[in-house]
């Protein structure tokens, strides 16, 4: 599926929407992004792991991901589904109190309010239609009316669908991605033959266990990168790479840049405001 949504972040859009409808589209691996994405699922099953936490939406039903947070969506054999996602970066919320509560976790709502926020979507995809002069004022407005909503009725996190030994291994790297980690010293703590947990996290999350925790260490390093001014050697080595060089190969193989180049783009975008 191509993400036209994503495609237009890439482009320094501070906010795209798009709405996709079809069956089969699994996502092949758990990623993540520097900006939000909301997420309203209108028709059908899907079922999206957020880290170690797996959430089965059914229509009506919408989530929030914050920055960095690692999240993949999916659905059953020949499973139609409609959604409609909108991608925005920090600079849309003016709000300091909102951004901080929608920033610290992924946000699961059920049907609450579903059809008032849902009739803010459509709205806000017609004005990107109509792309006039006033049409990204008014779609920053439906933005954040949106986002009130959102804090207003921002509630614990539900429980999974089903916690396993896979899960509680997630859990386990997304706490110690800084350490040193190993398959041999995995399989010892959680008492499980390292083929079959190579097998299972693969089944999972459709990526290996090294696969996994580069882009889970990535994603802090960029958060790192953004939000502070640390060197990139001190970045390196507190996001657990032993030396910068293995540090910036991985780094560019998950995000296509270099550290240095990241952390331009980061802090350009976090400087970018609606005119």
């Not at 989530?63 to 959604?83: A, E, G, K, N, Q």
């Not at 439906?142 to 804090?151: E, Y």
Request: glycine residues 4%; hydrophobic residues 35%; charged residues 25%.
């Amino acid at each position: 599926m191509r993400d036209e949504a994503g495609i237009a972040i890439g482009k320094g859009e501070s906010i795209a929407i798009a709405q996709v409808q079809m069956a089969n589209d699994n996502m092949t691996r758990s990623h993540y992004h520097t900006f939000f994405e909301f997420y309203y699922l209108e028709a059908g099953d899907r079922y999206h792991v957020v880290e170690d936490t797996v959430y089965q939406l059914h229509p009506g039903d919408y989530i929030l991901f914050p920055p960095y947070v690692m999240h993949r969506s999916y659905s059953v054999d020949d499973t139609f589904f409609r959604r409609t996602v909108v991608y925005f970066t920090k600079a849309m919320i003016p709000d300091s109190g909102i951004f901080s509560l929608l920033s610290k976790r992924a946000w699961l709502y059920r049907q609450d309010q579903g059809e008032e926020i849902l009739k803010l979507l459509h709205e806000a995809m017609k004005e990107q239609e109509r792309a006039d002069p006033y049409s990204s004022k008014y779609i920053y407005f439906l933005l954040n009316q949106i986002l009130i909503k959102l804090t207003r009725n921002a509630v614990e996190p539900e429980e999974s669908e089903g916690e396993n030994r896979i899960t509680n291994v997630i859990r386990y790297l997304h706490e110690n991605y800084a350490e040193k980690i190993t398959l041999e010293e995995l399989s010892a703590r959680f008492f499980v033959s390292q083929y079959f947990l190579c097998h299972e996290f693969k089944r999972y999350t459709n990526c290996t266990i090294i696969q996994y925790v580069n882009s889970l260490r990535i994603s802090h390093a960029q958060r790192l990168l953004e939000e502070t001014d640390q060197s990139i050697t001190e970045i390196s080595m507190q996001t657990g790479f032993l030396n910068v060089t293995h540090f910036n190969r991985v780094f560019r193989s998950v995000t296509g840049r270099s550290p240095s180049q990241s952390r331009k783009t980061l802090r350009s975008e976090e400087r970018v405001s609606l005119k």
